[in-house]
């Protein structure tokens, strides 16, 4: 069976990460948070010292930067409050989207992938096999959001 590119989409606290990673699970696919990657380019700019706010000193750290982190794990270290500032900051400069944009559609080209995040059914993978896009009510994101808060 040809293995696909999934891309899910949706608001914040939707479920999307928790549906990608069942599914990518239950697939054998890669799962691929697309979110997480905006985190990493907030963590190396807080580590090399380099303020969120100066978009041009951020976007010169970009060729430096391998998702991977240069081989170290920062899983932890990407979901404290300060690094989550920091990605909704990185995350509006085009060079930066631009960079990570064309990851992750490397990443998706071979398919066996999933992909969650903002813009992935439109704007990351517009041409994507199966686009999902996931719903919660208002109530359901803001416990969740809380939970993860917690």
Known sequence: ???????????????KSTIAKRVANNLGYT????GAMYRCVAYYALVK?????????????????KINLNDRD???D???NEISAG?????VYSKVRTYLVAQ??????????????RDIGTVVLPNA??????????????????????
């Open 1 to 15: 069976m040809k293995k696909i590119a999934i891309a899910i989409d949706g608001p914040a606290a939707a479920g």
């Open 31 to 34: 799962y691929i948070d697309t």
């Open 49 to 65: 010292g380099v303020d969120f706010h100066d978009e041009n000193a951020v976007c010169r750290l970009l060729p430096e930067i």
């Open 74 to 76: 920062v899983t932890a």
């Open 78 to 80: 990407i979901r404290v």
């Open 87 to 91: 990605a909704s900051i990185v995350s």
């Open 104 to 117: 992750q559609r490397e990443m998706a080209k071979e398919g066996g992938v999933i992909l969650d995040g």
């Open 129 to 150: 096999e199966l686009k999902i896009y996931q719903v919660a009510s208002i109530e359901c994101r803001a416990l969740r959001r809380h939970n993860e808060n917690l």
